[in-house]
Protein backbone atom coordinates (compact mmCIF):
# COMPACT_ATOMS: atom_id res chain seq x y z
CA UNK A 1 0.00 0.00 0.00
CA UNK A 2 1.10 3.31 -0.67
CA UNK A 3 1.18 5.70 2.08
CA UNK A 4 -1.30 8.16 3.03
CA UNK A 5 1.34 10.45 3.49
CA UNK A 6 2.77 10.42 -0.30
CA UNK A 7 -0.93 10.45 -1.24
CA UNK A 8 -1.01 13.59 0.65
CA UNK A 9 2.13 15.16 -0.21
CA UNK A 10 1.19 14.21 -4.60
CA UNK A 11 -2.22 15.51 -4.25
CA UNK A 12 -1.32 18.91 -2.69
CA UNK A 13 1.59 19.03 -5.61
CA UNK A 14 -0.66 18.59 -8.24
CA UNK A 15 -3.19 21.05 -6.40
CA UNK A 16 -0.65 24.01 -6.29
CA UNK A 17 0.74 22.87 -9.78
CA UNK A 18 -2.56 23.44 -10.81
CA UNK A 19 -5.01 25.34 -9.38
CA UNK A 20 -8.33 26.32 -11.44
CA UNK A 21 -11.97 27.30 -10.79
CA UNK A 22 -15.17 26.01 -12.73
CA UNK A 23 -16.80 29.50 -10.77
CA UNK A 24 -17.49 32.01 -13.24
CA UNK A 25 -17.70 35.77 -12.39
CA UNK A 26 -19.37 37.66 -14.92
CA UNK A 27 -17.37 41.13 -15.00
CA UNK A 28 -19.11 42.79 -18.08
CA UNK A 29 -22.25 42.36 -19.61
CA UNK A 30 -23.28 44.70 -22.52
CA UNK A 31 -26.87 44.18 -21.35
CA UNK A 32 -26.49 45.32 -17.10
CA UNK A 33 -23.32 47.40 -17.56
CA UNK A 34 -23.01 49.06 -21.03
CA UNK A 35 -21.58 49.36 -24.19
CA UNK A 36 -18.26 48.34 -25.02
CA UNK A 37 -15.74 50.52 -26.79
CA UNK A 38 -15.25 50.37 -30.16
CA UNK A 39 -12.25 52.50 -30.35
CA UNK A 40 -9.14 50.35 -30.70
CA UNK A 41 -7.40 53.03 -28.91
CA UNK A 42 -9.63 53.51 -26.13
CA UNK A 43 -10.65 49.81 -25.19
CA UNK A 44 -12.91 49.51 -22.47
CA UNK A 45 -11.31 48.86 -18.92
CA UNK A 46 -13.63 45.88 -17.50
CA UNK A 47 -12.55 46.11 -14.18
CA UNK A 48 -12.00 50.14 -14.39
CA UNK A 49 -13.85 51.63 -16.70
CA UNK A 50 -13.78 54.83 -15.52
CA UNK A 51 -9.98 54.53 -16.00
CA UNK A 52 -9.61 56.17 -12.66
CA UNK A 53 -6.09 56.39 -12.22
CA UNK A 54 -5.15 54.12 -9.22
CA UNK A 55 -7.37 51.75 -9.32
CA UNK A 56 -6.94 49.26 -12.24
CA UNK A 57 -7.38 45.59 -11.13
CA UNK A 58 -6.40 42.30 -12.40
CA UNK A 59 -8.42 39.61 -13.01
CA UNK A 60 -8.97 37.15 -10.52
CA UNK A 61 -7.98 33.80 -10.62
CA UNK A 62 -11.11 31.52 -11.76
CA UNK A 63 -12.94 32.36 -14.93
CA UNK A 64 -14.39 35.74 -15.59
CA UNK A 65 -17.15 36.04 -18.25
CA UNK A 66 -17.81 38.51 -20.82
CA UNK A 67 -21.19 39.03 -22.38
CA UNK A 68 -21.10 40.66 -25.66
CA UNK A 69 -23.15 41.63 -28.74
CA UNK A 70 -21.63 42.29 -32.04
CA UNK A 71 -23.64 43.74 -34.74
CA UNK A 72 -23.45 46.00 -37.55
CA UNK A 73 -25.49 49.31 -38.12
CA UNK A 74 -27.91 50.22 -40.60
CA UNK A 75 -24.82 52.12 -42.65
CA UNK A 76 -23.18 48.88 -42.49
CA UNK A 77 -20.52 49.35 -40.75
CA UNK A 78 -19.48 46.42 -38.29
CA UNK A 79 -19.70 46.83 -34.35
CA UNK A 80 -16.42 45.80 -32.79
CA UNK A 81 -15.73 44.82 -28.97
CA UNK A 82 -12.63 46.18 -27.65
CA UNK A 83 -11.43 45.75 -24.04
CA UNK A 84 -8.27 45.31 -22.16
CA UNK A 85 -7.64 43.30 -19.39
CA UNK A 86 -5.06 42.91 -16.78
CA UNK A 87 -3.32 39.82 -15.50
CA UNK A 88 -1.23 40.29 -12.02
CA UNK A 89 2.51 39.22 -11.35
CA UNK A 90 2.74 35.20 -10.32
CA UNK A 91 -0.42 34.78 -12.64
CA UNK A 92 -1.75 33.66 -16.26
CA UNK A 93 -3.98 33.17 -18.76
CA UNK A 94 -4.40 29.33 -19.30
CA UNK A 95 -8.10 29.03 -21.14
CA UNK A 96 -9.72 31.53 -23.32
CA UNK A 97 -13.11 29.97 -24.25
CA UNK A 98 -16.33 31.09 -26.37
CA UNK A 99 -19.19 28.69 -24.67
CA UNK A 100 -21.58 31.08 -25.96
CA UNK A 101 -21.97 32.20 -29.66
CA UNK A 102 -25.23 33.13 -31.92
CA UNK A 103 -25.50 34.57 -35.03
CA UNK A 104 -26.24 34.12 -38.60
CA UNK A 105 -22.82 34.38 -39.29
CA UNK A 106 -20.67 30.83 -38.04
CA UNK A 107 -17.13 32.85 -38.19
CA UNK A 108 -15.96 35.67 -35.68
CA UNK A 109 -12.18 36.66 -35.29
CA UNK A 110 -10.37 37.53 -31.60
CA UNK A 111 -7.01 39.20 -31.73
CA UNK A 112 -4.81 40.07 -28.82
CA UNK A 113 -2.17 42.67 -28.28
CA UNK A 114 -0.23 42.76 -25.26
CA UNK A 115 -0.79 46.38 -24.82
CA UNK A 116 -3.21 49.42 -23.65
CA UNK A 117 -4.72 49.71 -26.89
CA UNK A 118 -5.27 47.72 -30.53
CA UNK A 119 -3.07 48.49 -33.41
CA UNK A 120 -5.94 48.11 -36.00
CA UNK A 121 -8.88 49.63 -36.94
CA UNK A 122 -11.40 49.40 -40.37
CA UNK A 123 -11.82 52.72 -40.64
CA UNK A 124 -9.94 54.06 -43.45
CA UNK A 125 -9.71 57.76 -41.71
CA UNK A 126 -8.50 56.06 -38.46
CA UNK A 127 -4.63 56.63 -37.79
CA UNK A 128 -4.99 52.75 -37.12
CA UNK A 129 -6.37 51.76 -40.67
CA UNK A 130 -4.00 49.33 -43.04
CA UNK A 131 -4.81 49.01 -46.41
CA UNK A 132 -3.74 46.09 -47.49
CA UNK A 133 -5.29 44.44 -44.38
CA UNK A 134 -5.97 41.02 -44.89
CA UNK A 135 -4.80 38.50 -41.74
CA UNK A 136 -2.12 38.07 -40.46
CA UNK A 137 -2.98 41.62 -39.06
CA UNK A 138 0.31 44.02 -38.28
CA UNK A 139 1.67 44.38 -34.37
CA UNK A 140 -0.36 42.03 -32.28
CA UNK A 141 0.48 38.83 -30.46
CA UNK A 142 -2.10 36.60 -32.19
CA UNK A 143 -5.51 36.03 -33.28
CA UNK A 144 -7.95 33.52 -33.84
CA UNK A 145 -11.58 32.33 -35.40
CA UNK A 146 -13.78 31.34 -33.66
CA UNK A 147 -17.86 30.49 -33.85
CA UNK A 148 -20.08 27.68 -34.91
CA UNK A 149 -18.14 24.29 -36.51
CA UNK A 150 -17.89 24.82 -40.24
CA UNK A 151 -16.78 21.95 -42.65
CA UNK A 152 -13.02 21.98 -41.69
CA UNK A 153 -13.12 24.36 -38.88
CA UNK A 154 -14.16 22.99 -35.87
CA UNK A 155 -14.46 26.30 -34.24
CA UNK A 156 -15.92 26.56 -30.54
CA UNK A 157 -19.40 25.84 -29.63
CA UNK A 158 -21.40 25.58 -26.12
CA UNK A 159 -20.37 23.28 -23.79
CA UNK A 160 -17.56 21.75 -27.01
CA UNK A 161 -15.85 25.15 -26.31
CA UNK A 162 -12.16 24.53 -27.26
CA UNK A 163 -9.51 26.44 -25.51
CA UNK A 164 -8.23 28.80 -27.93
CA UNK A 165 -5.06 28.60 -26.11
CA UNK A 166 -4.13 24.94 -26.44
CA UNK A 167 -1.90 24.87 -29.49
CA UNK A 168 -1.71 20.83 -29.01
CA UNK A 169 -6.17 20.61 -29.76
CA UNK A 170 -5.97 18.12 -32.48
CA UNK A 171 -9.78 19.08 -33.25
CA UNK A 172 -8.25 23.23 -33.80
CA UNK A 173 -6.56 24.54 -36.94
CA UNK A 174 -3.90 27.24 -36.54
CA UNK A 175 -6.63 29.67 -37.51
CA UNK A 176 -8.14 28.93 -34.18
CA UNK A 177 -5.69 28.70 -32.15
CA UNK A 178 -4.32 32.31 -30.62
CA UNK A 179 -1.05 30.85 -29.69
CA UNK A 180 -0.41 29.43 -33.63
CA UNK A 181 -1.31 32.73 -35.52
CA UNK A 182 2.03 34.48 -34.56
CA UNK A 183 1.29 36.08 -37.57
CA UNK A 184 3.47 39.48 -38.29
CA UNK A 185 5.27 39.09 -35.26
CA UNK A 186 5.63 40.94 -32.03
CA UNK A 187 7.68 39.12 -29.63
CA UNK A 188 6.13 38.93 -26.03
CA UNK A 189 6.93 37.59 -22.34
CA UNK A 190 10.47 35.86 -23.75
CA UNK A 191 8.90 34.52 -27.20
CA UNK A 192 9.95 35.33 -30.51
CA UNK A 193 8.10 36.80 -33.48
CA UNK A 194 7.21 32.90 -34.46
CA UNK A 195 7.22 31.24 -31.35
CA UNK A 196 3.83 29.42 -30.45
CA UNK A 197 2.48 29.81 -26.72
CA UNK A 198 0.00 28.44 -24.60
CA UNK A 199 -0.87 31.35 -21.74
CA UNK A 200 -0.38 34.74 -21.36
CA UNK A 201 1.27 35.53 -18.71
CA UNK A 202 1.43 38.73 -15.98
CA UNK A 203 1.04 42.28 -18.15
CA UNK A 204 -1.90 44.28 -20.01
CA UNK A 205 -4.26 42.65 -22.61
CA UNK A 206 -5.96 44.33 -25.20
CA UNK A 207 -9.25 42.30 -26.71
CA UNK A 208 -10.67 42.83 -30.29
CA UNK A 209 -13.14 40.78 -31.59
CA UNK A 210 -15.04 41.90 -34.77
CA UNK A 211 -18.34 40.33 -36.64
CA UNK A 212 -19.89 41.01 -39.91
CA UNK A 213 -22.99 39.03 -39.29
CA UNK A 214 -25.98 40.70 -37.56
CA UNK A 215 -27.24 40.47 -33.96
CA UNK A 216 -23.97 38.72 -32.72
CA UNK A 217 -24.11 37.48 -29.18
CA UNK A 218 -21.37 35.79 -27.45
CA UNK A 219 -20.21 35.13 -24.03
CA UNK A 220 -16.25 34.82 -24.08
CA UNK A 221 -14.86 32.96 -20.74
CA UNK A 222 -10.54 33.87 -19.15
CA UNK A 223 -9.58 31.23 -17.18
CA UNK A 224 -6.68 32.64 -14.81
CA UNK A 225 -4.49 30.53 -12.59
CA UNK A 226 -1.33 31.05 -10.34
CA UNK A 227 1.79 30.42 -12.22
CA UNK A 228 3.41 27.20 -10.30
CA UNK A 229 6.28 28.03 -8.25
CA UNK A 230 9.44 26.08 -9.20
CA UNK A 231 9.52 24.13 -6.12
CA UNK A 232 5.18 22.90 -6.66
CA UNK A 233 7.11 20.95 -9.70
CA UNK A 234 9.65 19.96 -7.01
CA UNK A 235 7.40 18.43 -5.32
CA UNK A 236 5.35 16.47 -7.83
CA UNK A 237 8.29 14.98 -9.13
CA UNK A 238 9.67 13.60 -6.06
CA UNK A 239 6.02 12.29 -5.26
CA UNK A 240 5.80 10.50 -8.45
CA UNK A 241 9.88 9.72 -7.51
CA UNK A 242 8.50 8.01 -4.32
CA UNK A 243 5.50 6.05 -6.08
CA UNK A 244 8.15 4.62 -8.59
CA UNK A 245 10.17 3.55 -5.83
CA UNK A 246 7.63 1.83 -3.52
CA UNK A 247 6.55 -0.09 -7.04
CA UNK A 248 9.84 -1.08 -7.11
CA UNK A 249 9.58 -2.71 -4.13
CA UNK A 250 6.67 -4.38 -4.43
CA UNK A 251 7.11 -5.88 -7.25
Not at 136 to 149: D, E, N, S, T
Request: aromatic content about 8%; glycine content about 8%; overall charge negative.
Amino acid sequence: MISRCLWTVLATAILIANPSSSVADVIWSEDATGQLSQDPLNPTNLLNPANTPGMDLALPLGISSILGTIERNAQGIYDIDVYRVIVAPGTQITSITVPEYVSADMIAVMGINNDVFFPYNQDPLSPLYFSDQNPPVPLIIGFAAFGLQSGALPFTAGGDAHNLLDINDPLLTDYSKIGSRANAGKPFDGHGPTDKFSTLGPGDYTFYLQQSGNNTGYRLDILVTAIPEPTSFAMVGLAISGLAVLRRKRS
